[in-house]
């Protein structure tokens, strides 16, 4: 069964742009979480999706958004980008129970100029 | 709100030794889930083992065991005949039962050496 894939693997934006991220969860998986990761705030959690309704969010601010398919992909979008939002953004899918464990795609490397 | 707390950042061991990362959280939960993720150069996070709190047995999957202890919050991670494959950082995360969210902590990134 493949993986979690993410496109792209990396991407380069300058100040005030948008982004779009993509995630494809493992084949049967409902669920979609997004993360990000730096190196000072480490792993933070910023949604998660399941049939196609966002159910949790993360204390991130409103720029942030996303969106889930009724394939179960999911999308993430980040809008007027800051410096600060140069990060390693993971994706994370599992099926239906909060009891399953959740399994993580490669990521998409952002870095904002 | 619940924490996760690795106190060790870095970690180096001998090939084939066994080296125990360690790992705190905080939570007024009494059903949740704990795991340790591996995260090589790569990128990948690649999930190592899994425990519920409900069960008493400690996990464990080929090499790797936990140490659960959950009345002192501690959920430690033992590698045994450490290889140069593990070397990676290596996160303990923690959930809430019903809840969606993975509560990370800072990871320790481990070092094998040869």
């Known amino acids: 069964k493949a993986g979690v894939t993410q496109t792209p693997r990396y991407l380069i934006k300058t100040r005030g742009q948008q982004v779009t991220l993509s995630c494809s969860p493992i084949?049967?998986?409902?669920?979609v979480s997004w993360y990000q990761q730096t190196p000072g705030q480490g792993l933070q959690f910023l949604f998660e999706?399941?049939?196609?309704?966002?159910?949790n969010k993360g204390n991130f601010p409103g720029r942030f958004s996303g969106r889930q398919f009724s394939n179960s992909r999911s999308e993430m979008n980040v809008s007027t980008l800051e410096l600060g939002d140069s990060a390693l953004y993971l994706c994370?899918?599992?099926?239906?129970?909060?009891?399953?464990?959740?399994?993580f795609g490669p990521g998409t490397r952002l870095t904002v100029l | 709100a619940q924490t996760v707390t690795q106190s060790q950042p870095e970690m180096s061991v001998q090939e084939a030794e066994t080296v125990t990362l360690s790992c705190t959280y905080d939570?007024?939960?009494?059903?949740?889930?704990l795991f340790w993720y591996k995260q090589p150069p790569s990128r990948q996070m690649i999930l190592v083992i899994r425990?519920?709190?409900?069960?008493?047995q400690n996990a464990t999957e080929n090499r790797f065991s936990v140490n659960f202890q959950k009345a002192a919050k501690s959920f430690s991670l033992k590698i045994s005949d450490s290889q140069l494959g593990d070397a990676a950082m290596y996160f303990c995360?923690?959930?809430?039962?019903?809840?969606?969210?993975?509560?990370f902590g800072q990871g320790t990134r481990l070092t094998i050496n040869p």
């Open positions: 994370a899918s599992r099926r239906d129970r909060p009891t399953d464990t959740q399994y």
């Open positions: 425990q519920e709190a409900y069960k008493q």
């Open positions: 084949s049967g998986h409902r669920s």
């Open positions: 999706y399941f049939s196609e309704t966002q159910r």
């Open positions: 995360a923690y959930k809430a039962a019903g809840a969606q969210k993975l509560v």
């Open positions: 939570t007024s939960e009494s059903d949740y889930y």
